[in-house]
Nanobody, 124 residues
Framework: QVQLVASGGGLVQAGDSLRLSCAAS????????VGWFRQGPGKEREFVAA????????NYAASVKGRFTISRDNAKNMVYLQMNSLKPDDTAVYYC?????????????????WGQGTQVTVSS
């Protein structure tokens, strides 16, 4: 079973940047596609970005495309989400999740393992 720990959240101002990290507990992590999802206040959890096991394919939600970049370092069992030009609408708890399907999928049902989430708050 893969255990995931998301970190890097915080309170920033609109226009600022943050980098979220997702650390995995085992080396088989490199076999999994990884996605980032978020849940804003009073909202459903939604897809943000995903990356295939090799890092060769990525997917982004339309709302973050061009501002966010997902990447991974399989040697370190890490996945990152670089978030630039942050907006108040990006305020949410961000979760990383791992999928043994090829991916990188956008549907939550494809992801078996989930981290605990990290809070990102963007003030205007």
């Amino acid at each position: 079973q893969v255990q995931l720990v998301a970190s890097g959240g915080g309170l920033v101002q609109a226009g600022d940047s943050l980098r979220l990290s997702c650390a995995a507990s085992e080396s088989t992590f490199s076999s999994y596609a990884v996605g980032w999802f978020r849940q804003g206040p009073g909202k459903e959890r939604e897809f943000v970005a995903a990356i295939s096991w090799s890092g060769g394919n990525t997917n982004y939600a339309a709302s973050v495309k061009g501002r966010f970049t997902i990447s991974r370092d399989n040697a370190k069992n890490m996945v990152y989400l670089q978030m630039n030009s942050l907006k108040p609408d990006d305020t949410a708890v961000y979760y990383c999740a791992a999928s043994y399907l090829g991916g990188p999928g956008t549907r939550q049902i494809e992801y078996r393992y989930w981290g605990q989430g990290t809070q990102v708050t963007v003030s205007s």
